[in-house]
């Protein structure tokens, strides 16, 4: 019994040894308050009068040591802006590399400035862009050319390499058919015409061009490096060659990455970071607790609660601002019930739908804080040519049903008595597909649930599957309802409306949409050069899907809360491009050891 | 013996290869592919490229043989779908000594004690001391890992400052998550050794060892702990085959580069390779430890020997 205490003890000192081996607790001084500076960012084109704003930082106020500690939400597959569409991927890739054009802070707002290109001009019929590449090296000496550009968007063409980008490039003259195999690489219509200049040929005139180019897929790519280390290039830092701010100098994967300044950079003089140690953090509450202890710089904070915490601590600066995404429902017209009724067919029913859901009440409810109501499908902050699409199309669908429908149930029973049916509601079930197994989701489907029966009368199914699953039967049209999130893929409406043409072969969503009045106006629209002609057909088009068609019914559109502690300057809120460090600084780092 | 290691061994090549083809049939019954969410951008020919770089397009029966033929004559276990360039291989040799790290301290933190646990509340049976380990045992194994895990990250790494919030290197990266870890096995093992040291104190023989002689250490070491030691054998080897397939949940709370992550991530993601390579990573694994157990327990008791021997 003796041995046995004797035993325990010698256990129990062992554990308080080893707890005593920790890290000494962090001492982060109270920082004095300073104004948290919000606001949305709205991305605008080229303007003269945006100069781009100069940083006015005396060399006595930055820190000594310039460091970031930032995130990583995944491992990264591969640092290669040909073979990847993640978005910690392209991260890394547009800070070890440097793409064609890049976003820069104007004085009013944001505006695209050179990268790897000095300057660019587009021929007078809008088909074929000129850029002027500057004079710049790799880090091992080797000069960035024009033919190394022109090689990435090849290799991203070629359909060996099947590469997920590929879509991306469809503007690009005989992009499309080079990856049918119809023709090979070098018929695409790119071409560097010497060292230092490239020539683009468009497919058609393409008025949101320039907004590509500052995205991974615009970036040079060694091609003695590809042959040289094949299916292992950009998968470690043996096998990444840098030319831009910033170099690999470590990579465990899924765990961390590191980075420092590259000095063969031709701006070296202007990066101020020395590193950057990004951690792969995976788990919500311990990002945002390191957040809160400052071993992590920056984050978006979308939980309520967190983001109150953080900013009542008064040692974060935080800019909220919203996403151009929207958050929708859509309906299948083609769905038929247990009972073999096809409610959804008829217009009027699924306007009696859109028009019973408040949209400010939805995004308050799912949201919280973190979402406005939509004002139509494509999203608030979406550009085009350079003016906001929703202030100069001014229709908002919330208003318009606002306007035309009174009395939703009574349009229902309008639409189910037109449709030769019973007009009880109650006699009729609609299937909801959600795909996520998570139990949020369960909730948010619940909310819509309460909102339809409530008001209309009607029931819906709701059925929970895997987003790999839904995704399936969202493609087959295997739904009643569902809803989706939809991100922009780039700056123009084009991006949000394109993809409902009825003549497509394939829609992520079969909602069964079939008019060709819509298809008549989408065509023109994509034809036409003329801002102000663009934007009337456009808004037609979208007045059709989300209110006389009434396919989809947009709900919110998602923000962001992007929260840094107050020594960090220079981050640029944006979500287009990736982000970016060079611009990036210290000033009074709490010290930590 | 040579014929029963034999016998044993080819019974566990049989059950590898029964669970690498029910694993291969049955991932390609789940509806997907790989492409994911990019099935909605990518248009069909760009998929078609995407299928046949990685031979999905062929029928199910021709990519089995394929990959088949690949294991058996190559040892090659092919390269992940979602990590491009990653063999399945490596992936494999980065996250499996972290995850079995992590178990392993785990498991010397969680046995001993609980075997000691165990041990007092045998010979303290029927008073408070064993309530309160039994009560103690109880606690360890209802808790979750993840309630447990993110408890002590919250006090001794956010509030205390002790220990880093996430993350891995040093030993310092291993404490918190190996603690989490070994709760449960304090709670199961405390609760197993008191059940078979009571079985094993109240025999016969050690009723008759005890009166021929032997001393209180050699009656405990020799006779009780030998003999009570066997369940448990029957419970720890597995257990150490099973560390190295890492907790999903330990490593998704302390974001550690182990294997546990993956096993989730490659069946949502549709990554073929790492689903059929991990799971006969952890076949293997589990296969390989019965058999110890069933070794351990010849040597262990020399009953089993003498009657396997007739």
Redesign the interface.
Known sequence: ?K??TT??CV?MALLML??A??????NNDAVPAVTANSGAVMPEGDDADNEVEATQVSEEEIDAQQFINYILYY?P??IDGT?T?KSMDAMIICNVNVPLTEIAQGTNGLKIVGGGAESWEVSDDGLVYTFKLRDFNWEDGVKVTAEQYAYSIRRILD??????V??ML?DIKNA?AC???EITPDEVGIKALDENTLEITLEKVTPYFVQLTYQPYFTPTREDLVNEWG?????SVETTMSCGPFKLSEW?????MTLVKNDAYWNAEEVKLGQINL?????M??MM??L??H?IDRASVSVPEWRQKLIATNEFSYGDYILSGTYSLFMNTKYVDDNGNNILGNAKVRRAIAACIDKEEAAMMLKTDMAIPATGYVPSELQMDGINFRNESGYNVMEAFAESVSDPKALLIEGLTELGLDPDPSLYSIEYLVGSTAASSKTEAEYFYEVIKNNLGLNLEVVQV????A??RR?DGEFGMTYVTSYA?YNDPSTYLNGWATYL??H?TNTGYDNVEYDKLIDAANASTDTAERLELFSAAEKLLVETDCIIIPIYHPMSSMMNGIYIKGFINQNYAATQFKTVYTVGRPETN | MKKYLATRFMHMLITIFLVITITFFMMYL???NP????????????QA??M??HGLDKPVYTQYFIYLKKLVFHGDLG?SF?????SVVS?LK??VPVSSRIGFQGLIFGI??GL?LG??AA?KRGKVMDYFTMFLSLLCVSIPSFVLA?VL??F???K?????????GS??FT?LPSIAFGVRSIGVHARYMRTSWLDVMNQDYVLAAESIGFSR?QLTFKIILRNAMLPIVTIIVPELALIFTGTFVL????????IG?YFISSV?G?DYPMIIGQTIFIAVMYIFAMFLVDLLYMAIDPRIRLTDSK
């Open positions: 019994m041995k046995i035993i325990m256990l080893l707890s081996c920790g890290q000494e607790a962090a491992d597959s591969v073979m569409n359909p060996a390499n099947a590469s997920p590929s879509y469809f499309a990856v049918k195999g299916s292992q290039f950009g998968t465990v994967h899924d765990s961390k951690k792969l953090i995976r788990d509450q311990a607790s390191e809160m202890n071993t895997e987003s790999g699953v995704r399936q493609a893929d072969e394939k992520n | 789940l509806p997907g492409l994911g969410e990019l099935v909605e951008k990518l248009p069909e020919d760009v490229n995407y046949a770089k390269e979602v990590n491009p360039g990653r992936i980065a996250g001993p004690i000691l041990i007092l010979y993110t990250q919250y001794f790494a956010v205390m400052q002790l220990f880093p919030v996430t993350g891995w030993f310092i404490v250490t490593e998704t709370i302390f974001s550690i580069p182990g992550s949502t549709r």
